[in-house]
């Protein structure tokens, strides 16, 4: 094997690999950056062996093996006195575990592990930021300038996130373990809420001149079906996980040739991914199937769903989705939603009632210099036939968009209404 | 990026045997892998080509021949879709695979539709996927 060939396939390795040998390297550690670090320091010695030694027949134990005895000669080193007892009884079981030959036995620990892994690095003692920043770099394998230009921050911006929220979990304690039953619930609404965040950074990049970037989203699933295998029995984790498929499943449609955004009405159907389409139903199918009341990934997941299964948007369960709209808007009490929910009945009852709604959430501080506000209140007007009106909400969306490719869309649904409409007011 | 590993047949799989329980184990064992790692999208079995048939195309003739097919080689077992980061990750995910005895699996990248750039004028594109919703809704 040729040496880039040797680099490349050690890269596909850690790929696959670096998730399960951090969260390993955590419980023996207790401390995500000592584990982390030994986790690279076995890829170094990879790196420096293998090209000439060949790739190991178990990649993964071999770097496991590796990592752990360095991990154990860290726990020597660290030692004080009165911890001696504690860690020699945790040498003992590491230096017995090095002695299997087959670490496969261990296969079911380590998912435990790698679901406290998650747990931890979505732990509510860091900020929402910091959650998604370091969840991308020990779980999602991305390196600090990957996550940088995801979000478009400096590296050294995420470099330094990423320190302080492993400093933070070390010096709050917080524990290498999985949530107790009533505080699971909360724990793992945060969870979900890291990988949602990760997702529509991609789906609908918030800034920045590209209106998506599909790999995080394709990030943000894979850590979804990961924690789907973890936690099966969790009705939101599918709920979640069948959302981001249905939602993705969309995303070759939304981009025009140019790079422009194309709503759903527009949207062809034909250019839509069947795959996670039928991905997305069958995890929503088991979310419903878990759930007792439906939750608020579930629920709108159930409402992509409605959007999925239509030939096109006149043919869409519009009254569905309003009462879908209503369970999420009841359950969130959030103006978002309510939002969207006046969308869905201007399609189900009428552009009036729509209209009511929205002027119903003008006040709302929530949604002052919200941009879907005016974008909303723009295309009910539009279908009013109050042209010069919802020019001027669509200027005044357009000004608010921080995203240049949404900016265009509303400047150019102004014109639209401007042209057709001159005398409309 | 999605893949499709092609599974090829063999006399046994050809003759509606199933796999020794140990190897069944073991595949078990490496989707549940493929699944814990979220690399699996989707993955079958296919029956005998007894249970299939060829449709051959001449002009305007068709004609149908139905199985089973002689050549075990190009005779499709199973497949596997996965999504994969690279095809360096599809190729390590593969090497993982429990197989022997000299047989070859093949993996493929699917298409995007940005994949045929220029080759696919927008109205073709139109077509074809309609095309394949009518199919997948079908």
């Not at chain 1, 997305?280 to 992509?304: C, D, F, M, N, V």
């Not at chain 2, 079995?45 to 075990?72: C, K, N, Q, W, Y």
Request: glycine share 8%; hydrophobic share 45%; proline share 5%.
């Amino acid at each position: 094997m040729s040496p880039s060939a040797t680099q490349r396939a050690i890269d596909a390795v850690w790929r696959i690999e670096s998730v399960r040998l951090i969260a390993g390297l955590t419980r023996i550690v207790r401390d995500v950056a000592v584990a982390e670090d030994l986790a690279q320091d076995a890829l170094v010695a990879a790196l420096e062996q293998w090209p000439a030694s060949g790739i190991p027949e178990k990649p993964g134990a071999w770097l496991m093996v590796t990592a752990k005895r360095r991990g154990i000669d860290e726990l020597r080193r660290r030692v004080t006195f009165e911890r001696r007892r504690e860690l020699i009884g945790r040498e003992l079981e590491i230096l017995q575990q090095l002695d299997q030959p087959d670490l496969a036995a261990q296969v079911d620990d380590v998912q435990d592990d790698v679901l406290r892994l998650i747990f931890m690095t979505c732990h509510p003692v860091l900020s929402r930021e910091a959650r998604v920043a370091l969840t991308l770099r020990l779980l999602g394998g991305l390196s600090t300038p990957e996550i940088a230009r995801a979000f478009l921050a400096s590296e050294g911006t995420v470099a330094q996130r990423i320190v302080r929220a492993k400093r933070t979990l070390a010096e709050a304690h917080v524990p290498f373990e999985l949530p107790g039953r009533e505080e699971l619930t909360e724990r793992l609404s945060a969870v979900l809420e890291v990988l949602y965040l990760v997702f529509n950074e991609g789906y609908a990049a918030s800034a920045g001149e590209h209106l998506i970037r599909p790999t995080l989203c394709a990030d943000a699933m894979r850590l979804g079906r990961i924690l789907a295998a973890l936690a099966p029995r969790e009705p939101e984790v599918h709920g979640l996980l069948a959302l981001m498929e249905i939602q993705a499943s969309r995303l070759r449609a939304r981009v025009g040739p140019q790079g422009e955004p194309v709503l759903l009405a527009d949207q062809d159907h034909a250019r839509w991914d069947h795959v996670l389409v039928q991905r997305g139903l069958a995890g929503l199918r088991r979310a419903e199937e878990l759930s007792g009341t439906l939750g608020p990934y579930t629920l709108q997941s159930a409402i992509a769903a409605c959007h999925a299964r239509a030939r096109s948007v006149e043919e869409t369960d519009w009254p569905r989705v309003v009462a879908l709209y209503d369970a999420l808007a009841a359950l969130t009490g959030s103006p978002v939603v309510e939002l969207n929910r006046a969308v869905a009945v201007t399609m189900a009852f009428g552009p009036e009632a729509g209209l009511e709604l929205v002027d119903s959430l003008a006040d709302v501080p929530a949604l002052r210099g919200y941009r879907l506000l005016p974008g909303v209140r723009g295309d009910i007007l539009a279908r009013l036939g109050r042209l010069a009106e919802a020019s001027e909400e669509f200027e005044h969306a357009a000004a608010l968009c921080e995203n240049q490719r949404e900016r265009e869309l509303m400047l150019s649904r102004a014109a639209a209404c401007r042209e057709k409409g001159p005398c409309a007011a | 990026m999605r893949f499709m590993v092609l599974v090829p047949g063999s006399p046994e799989s050809e003759a509606g045997e199933m796999p020794s329980t140990e190897l069944l184990g073991d595949m078990t064992k490496y989707n549940e892998e493929l699944v814990r790692s979220g690399v699996m999208l989707a993955g079958e079995g296919l029956h005998p080509t007894s249970r299939g048939a060829r449709v051959r195309f001449e002009g305007s003739e068709r004609s149908v021949t139905d199985g089973p097919f002689t050549e075990a080689k190009e005779i499709v077992a199973g497949y596997w879709i996965w999504e994969c980061a690279s095809r360096d990750e599809a190729i390590e995910w593969l090497k993982r695979a429990p197989f022997d005895g000299g047989v070859e699996i093949e993996l493929r990248q699917v298409f995007d539709a940005e994949d045929f750039g220029e080759q696919l004028t927008p109205e073709l594109r139109e077509a074809n996927e309609r095309l394949r919703e009518q199919a997948a809704q079908n």
